[in-house]
């Protein structure tokens, strides 16, 4: 996280923490011994907080990837990507790192992977399992995707541009949905 996020969340963590003394929730006593007046002390506490909340989105608008940024959840080969999300969502976006294929189960949730970046060097398998969720694949462009796929109330789009080159490597996407879908594209 960023210098500016981390004051903020102090900010309003301070804030909070301020409040609760106040109102006897928890007893810290050196927060307990700043007070100046009721009004004085709730209209600081706003301020504090404000200001808090402020730099929190204010850094937030100036670079959202640190929000987002995870590291790759490996599995246990040591290199194939294992990703489970349940009520919720999950971006993963490969810069630069090698890819050696992926399970990424999706129940009530998404997953969005980015792999315009990733070097894919050989054919990789992508198995994919989806219950009332999504999966939003981005692949590079020099890449061949074929899909096996054994949807109920679901499916696949495959929306990427074929390349001509034999010697291409493949993307074997072998997925089941239910309630589901997957969305692949450049």
Avoid at 88 to 94: C, M, Q, R, S, V
């Amino acid at each position: 996280m960023k210098p500016r996020t981390i004051i903020g969340l102090v900010l309003v963590v301070g804030g909070l923490v301020k409040l609760a003394t106040i109102w006897g929730i928890i007893h810290w006593e050196w927060f307990e011994t700043m007070s100046e007046g009721p009004w004085s002390m709730y209209f600081s506490i706003f301020v504090i907080m404000w200001v808090g909340a402020h730099l929190i989105v204010d850094s937030y608008r100036r670079d959202p990837d640190q929000w987002l940024q995870r590291p790759l959840p490996i599995g246990e080969d040591g290199k194939r990507i294992c990703c489970s999300v349940h009520y919720g969502g999950d971006e993963y976006i490969f810069r630069g790192e090698p890819f050696h294929g992926a399970r990424l189960d999706a129940f009530c949730g998404g997953i969005r992977m980015d792999l315009r970046e990733a070097v894919i060097t050989e054919d990789e398998e992508i198995d994919i399992h989806t219950f009332c969720g999504g999966v939003e694949l981005f692949v590079p462009a020099h890449v061949n995707v074929l899909v096996k796929s054994r949807s109920f109330l679901g499916g696949v789009a495959n929306s990427t541009v074929h390349v001509p080159d034999k010697d291409a490597p493949c993307l074997h996407i072998v997925a089941s949905n239910f309630f589901g879908g997957v969305d692949v594209k450049n």
